[in-house]
């Protein structure tokens, strides 16, 4: 399996514009995070699905981010419209279960900078 | 969630072994220990997970006491390549999510 897999590795943008993060996790996973990381802040989980539902936003900052997961294989955050301070490196994880014997299998991540 | 703490950073040379502690005084009877390691430009990496007791794989080794409120990630002989932010987390079934807290960086030196 070639793991998660997370898309672009690098995206600039500009204030104002609107940024889409996509995710495919492993194949079999029912649950997929996303969590943003920030020297500030660290590691933050932002959203959870299982089996394509959402099961917890809580962490999502703001009506600016929403996540969706239209398949088993394929899940969105977007940021619209985004702003310098959501610079951040943006990371997704899956996993087979909920609290999993082996831990979740997180990407390589996605560098969002914002100007 | 039960807290944890970690040192913030920690310095080692090759070739020694590596002992992290993390304290988690208010851990929950069905809590377990996860360290997780990660590289810069990486995401976190699963390294060991054990309830209590000692847990070993062909990475590294879980020191857990009878009391569960410490634990202890046993790194043998290290090289260049263990230079890492280590995680420690305490969760179970129910909480349904990972919470990480700020991790302890390990640097070795030649």
């Known amino acids: 399996d070639a793991g998660v897999i997370q898309s672009p590795r690098h995206e600039v943008t500009e204030m104002g514009q609107e940024v889409t993060l996509r995710c495919k996790p492993i194949?079999?996973?029912?649950?997929l995070f996303w969590y943003r990381q920030t020297m500030m802040r660290g590691l933050e989980l932002l959203i959870y699905?299982?089996?394509?539902?959402?099961?917890?936003d809580s962490g999502m900052p703001e009506d600016r981010f929403s996540a969706k997961m239209p398949n088993a294989s394929f899940s969105t955050l977007k940021i619209q419209p985004s702003e310098p301070r959501d610079s951040a490196v943006y990371f997704c994880?899956?996993?087979?279960?909920?609290?999993?014997?082996?831990?979740?299998?997180f990407g390589s991540g996605t560098r969002l900078t914002v100007v | 969630l039960a807290k944890t703490t970690q040192p913030i950073s920690m310095d080692s040379y090759e070739g020694q072994e590596v002992n992290i502690t993390c304290s988690h005084n208010?851990?929950?009877?069905?809590?377990?220990i996860t360290w997780y390691q990660q590289f810069p430009s990486q995401g976190p990496r699963f390294i060991i997970q054990g309830y209590k007791t000692k847990v070993t794989n062909e990475v590294a080794s879980l020191f857990i006491p009878a009391d569960r409120k410490s634990s202890t990630l046993s790194l043998p002989r290290v090289s260049l390549s263990d230079t890492a932010v280590y995680y420690c987390l305490v969760d179970n079934t129910n909480a349904g999510k990972s919470t990480f807290g700020d991790g302890t960086t390990l640097t070795v030196k030649p």
């Open positions: 194949s079999g996973h029912d649950y």
């Open positions: 994880a899956s996993s087979l279960a909920e609290f999993p014997l082996r831990g979740y299998t």
């Open positions: 208010n851990i929950a009877t069905n809590d377990y």
């Open positions: 699905f299982n089996n394509n539902v959402p099961i917890d």
